[in-house]
């Protein structure tokens, strides 16, 4: 791409936060962003660091997880056309205890703090967009980790395939069980579960099917 091509999605993003948009404030917008490419496995952000920018996907996968005992406990994934941050050190300047890890080939389109609080001041729109992001962000990380804590595994597996069955194809399954909140082994014990009754069901189709025919008559 381009270096304006980069941008693309991002601005047609905008557009659409923000449809009446000016040219000249799109372009204080873009002045004040950079493009970082990331191979898989790549660490955007470690535990103990300050998340300094607020990141734009244009290509890629991004989860975020932390430490607990020294085991990766999964918080949430950031797909490709979404923003991804650490708000709270973002937003506070205070250490982060969560890492931002590349899952395959990831473009960011980043703005940082201090680029981000001269858009707040100098672009009447960038006020309305930043909240809007903002709002993104938040929904995305409690939606993953809050409203599992109460929630059956089963349920929450069923959600997890109703609503991010992309997930399945793009991350190994020790990274979803993390994300349930559970081990690996848990997890093959409830789709274990899950698939048991339509297994139950193909074999009693399968026994009726095999009915005995009759004997014939001897002429």
Same mark, same amino acid.
């Given at each position: 791409? #381009?270096?304006?091509?980069?941008?693309? =999605?991002?601005?047609?993003?905008?557009?659409?936060?923000?449809?009446?948009?000016?040219?000249?404030? #799109?372009?204080?917008?873009?002045?004040?962003?950079?493009?970082?490419? &990331?191979?898989?496995?790549?660490?955007?952000?470690?535990?103990? =660091?300050?998340?300094?920018?607020?990141?734009?996907?244009?290509?890629? &996968?991004?989860?975020?997880?932390?430490?607990?005992?020294?085991?990766?406990?999964?918080?949430? @994934? @950031?797909?490709?056309?979404?923003?991804?941050?650490?708000?709270?050190?973002?937003?506070?300047?205070?250490?982060?205890?969560?890492?931002?890890?590349?899952?395959?080939?990831?473009?960011?389109? %980043?703005?940082?703090?201090?680029?981000?609080?001269?858009?707040?001041? %100098?672009?009447? %729109?960038?006020?309305?967009?930043?909240?809007?992001?903002?709002?993104?962000?938040?929904?995305?990380?409690?939606?993953?980790?809050?409203?599992?804590?109460?929630?059956?595994? %089963?349920?929450?597996?069923?959600?997890? +395939?109703? /609503? =991010?069955? #992309?997930?399945?194809?793009?991350?190994?399954?020790?990274?979803?069980?993390?994300?349930?909140?559970?081990?690996? /082994?848990? &997890?093959?014990?409830?789709?274990?579960?899950?698939?048991?009754? +339509?297994?139950?069901?193909?074999?009693?189709?399968?026994?009726? =099917?095999?009915?005995?025919?009759?004997?014939?008559?001897?002429?």
């Amino acid at each position: 791409m #381009w270096p304006n091509e980069k941008f693309s =999605q991002l601005k047609a993003l905008y557009y659409q936060l923000v449809p009446d948009l000016s040219e000249e404030s #799109w372009l204080k917008c873009e002045n004040a962003l950079t493009v970082r490419t &990331l191979n898989k496995g790549a660490i955007i952000m470690k535990e103990g =660091q300050t998340c300094n920018h607020v990141s734009f996907i244009n290509f890629g &996968l991004v989860r975020m997880y932390h430490l607990t005992d020294g085991k990766e406990k999964t918080v949430c @994934f @950031f797909n490709e056309n979404t923003y991804l941050s650490d708000y709270h050190s973002f937003l506070t300047r205070k250490p982060s205890n969560k890492y931002l890890q590349a899952i395959e080939p990831t473009e960011l389109v %980043e703005i940082n703090y201090d680029n981000l609080q001269m858009l707040y001041r %100098e672009v009447p %729109e960038a006020n309305q967009i930043g909240r809007m992001i903002c709002e993104q962000v938040f929904i995305a990380m409690n939606d993953d980790s809050e409203s599992r804590k109460n929630i059956p595994i %089963e349920k929450r597996y069923t959600q997890l +395939i109703a /609503e =991010q069955r #992309w997930l399945l194809q793009k991350v190994p399954q020790y990274m979803i069980a993390s994300l349930l909140g559970i081990t690996p /082994e848990a &997890l093959s014990r409830v789709k274990a579960r899950m698939n048991k009754p +339509i297994a139950k069901s193909g074999t009693l189709l399968a026994s009726k =099917q095999k009915v005995k025919q009759p004997l014939k008559k001897r002429a």
